[in-house]
């Protein structure tokens, strides 16, 4: 029997069958499978590694008032409480996965525990709700919601014997031959991406690894630019050429659809690492299918670009707003910003030719950056678009600059 853990969150009265059965079956291959019960209401006969008196009163409320707090604060404090678990577990060393099983309640208090976990760390909800919207459950950590295809009630069936063995099975292997989050040994620059920035970001990853850099790319979605943030603040990253900032209009607007989920361009400046920012695919926003998008942005230019993402052009009112609060967060920084603009375009979209050109909007965008930012913050702009060649392999190279000189001043 290994001393690592699976630690398995279940509200234990409504899922009591379902926790024993997983519990078995997990030590039965030779982890620990400690049942943290986060249940709120029901009485039950489970025996639980982790009573649901002793998870609440780790979020600071006895369990007899548990009930007196409105529902969604009930399944916040349960959460916490177990965050607090895993994390503890986690100190240790102790902690090899986790895996929850739930219905719309279980799933809520299961994944508020998981946010709280690093990266890497095997996280796994069998859930009636995964085949819905599961972006609330998974924000921007590594959570993985499968969907548990019947309800879960009742133990073990001929439907839910193999869901749950197989999410079983999934966290096993994956703590068994997953390989752990670990700092490599070339220093790693994070880069922003989108479909109408990707050429840019290939030639200047390109550039930069044969400089000898590991180079990640995040999608702007929302998710993987909040991930990006997350992984500067815990030391992983060594410097930023955020060459797609869209995720700011959202931040600043709140409508679109890759609104981040915690604020962006804010970490490396906290951590005074490098960076080399480029307003990148900052000048429309995105929806989903042309039906969604709201009644006060249509009749713009728009892009669809595909059935499932339709893109907005921003009015200049927008787009000064947002210069300005880009300022504001890089003005904060305590290492090297180089700010560069491509002043053909900041997409792919937003080229001479193409839907969303519209130069005097940019101009606004551009003029109003300049106007807000400190005069210890570089502004380069180059006569070119953001993918084309010349842009690209100069961001590289003043990314290379700012790293190397800032390794030197060390």
Known sequence: MTSKSIALIVTADTKEAEARFLNEYIEAQGFNA??????????????????????????????????SLRRDMMMKTMGEGAARILLDLYSKGELAGVLAVGGNQGTAIASIA???????????IVSTVASGYVRPYVQYKDIIMMFSVADILGGANTVSRTILTN??????????????????????IATTAFGNTDAAVNQARMILEEKGYEVIAFHASGASG???EYLIEEGYIQGVLDMTTHELIGEVFGDDIYTPLRPRLEEAGKKGIPQVVVPGAIEYFCFGGPDTVPEKYRNRKTHYHNPYNTNIRATKEEAKRTAEVMAQK????????????????????????????????DEVFICSLKKNLERKIQVIEIDANINDREFSSKTAEIMHELIDKDSRNK
């Open 34 to 67: 400690p049942v943290i019960d986060v249940s709120t209401k029901k009485i039950h006969s489970l025996k639980a590694a982790y009573s649901r008196e002793y998870v609440c009163s780790l979020a600071q409320v006895e369990f007899k008032e548990l009930s």
């Open 114 to 124: 998981m946010q709280h976990l690093p990266i890497g760390i095997p996280k796994l």
């Open 167 to 188: 999410a079983a099975g999934a966290v096993m292997g994956m703590c068994q031959y997953g390989i752990p989050l670990t700092k490599g040994s070339k220093p790693v």
């Open 226 to 228: 909040s991930a990006m």
């Open 330 to 361: 890089l003005n904060k920084s305590n290492g090297p910003v180089v700010v560069m603009i491509p002043l053909r375009g900041f997409s792919e979209n937003g080229r001479q030719g193409n839907v969303l050109y519209e130069p005097d909007t």
